[in-house]
Nanobody, 116 residues
Framework: QVQLVESGGGLVQAGGSLRLSCAASGSIFRDLAMGWYRQAPGKQRELVAVITSGGSTEYADSVKGRFTISRDDAKNTVYLQMNSLKPEDTAVYYC??????????WGQGTHVMVSS
């Protein structure tokens, strides 16, 4: 079973940047899709960005052009670079690893708060 540890969340002013990291254990990390999801208070969890084992990426329309997902298979780590943050980006961000995006293992979540 893959275990995930997220880091990098925090409080930032609107327009600022944060980089989230998710370190995974497990020997087959490089074969798995990885993604970031978020859940704001009172809302359902939603996809933010996904990167496949081959490096293809997909983003939610709301973050396109502002967020970048990347992975370092040598470090078993996936990153989410978040620029031009908006108050509506405030949420708990979860890392996900699985054969299919949105399935498999989840991290414990890291809080991101963007003040206006």
């Amino acid at each position: 079973q893959v275990q995930l540890v997220e880091s990098g969340g925090g409080l930032v002013q609107a327009g600022g940047s944060l980089r989230l990291s998710c370190a995974a254990s497990g020997s087959i990390f490089r074969d798995l899709a990885m993604g970031w999801y978020r859940q704001a208070p009172g809302k359902q969890r939603e996809l933010v960005a996904v990167i496949t084992s081959g490096g293809s990426t997909e983003y939610a329309d709301s973050v396109k052009g502002r967020f970048t997902i990347s992975r370092d298979d040598a470090k078993n780590t996936v990153y989410l670079q978040m620029n031009s943050l908006k108050p509506e980006d405030t949420a708990v961000y979860y890392c996900n690893v699985g054969w299919v995006p949105g399935t498999g293992s989840w991290g414990q979540g890291t809080h991101v708060m963007v003040s206006s």
